[in-house]
């Protein structure tokens, strides 16, 4: 595996993001980079387009039970800064009523078996933890 791809978060990360305190909303940025072809374990093959439709549809129901909601989601036209190589197919924020609930989905059973359609399917992502935070005419710390 190119260790610049990655496809699950740590225990260490993912034990920070359980000690998260706050009952605010988070924001998830995904960027994800999906296989031509997924393999399951069972030797079955299709495409990763395929594979990542199967985690949506499976994981979705958790996601919208636990009041997630996609606040952006984008078609990655060009990479102006950064490596071309990360051309990102799928880009979305997810809201999650909090880090809590992020937590939920992910340790849901019904969640956990579309993670391995997910597996299967990401060649590469990127999932950040963002705080929302308000909007308008000025970059950040700029005044308007």
């Not at 998260?20 to 997924?38: C, F, G, T, W, Y």
């Not at 549809?57 to 950064?82: A, N, Y």
């Amino acid at each position: 595996m190119d260790h610049n791809n990655y496809t699950s978060f740590s225990r260490d990360d993912f034990a920070q993001l359980r000690s998260v305190q706050s009952d605010q909303p988070i924001h998830m940025l995904n960027l994800i980079k999906l296989r031509e072809e997924a393999v399951y374990e069972d030797g079955r093959k299709t495409t990763g387009l395929e594979a990542y439709a199967n985690y949506g549809r499976i994981s979705f129901p958790v996601f919208k039970r636990l009041g997630g909601t996609i606040v952006w989601r984008g078609q990655l036209d060009q990479m102006l800064i950064g490596p071309k190589e990360e051309a990102w197919d799928v880009c979305f924020v997810a809201q999650y009523r909090s880090a809590a609930a992020f937590v939920e989905m992910v340790l849901d059973p019904a969640y956990r078996e579309a993670m391995r359609h997910r597996q299967v399917a990401v060649e590469n992502s990127r999932l950040i933890r963002l705080s929302p935070a308000a909007t308008g005419n000025a970059f950040h710390g700029a005044m308007p």
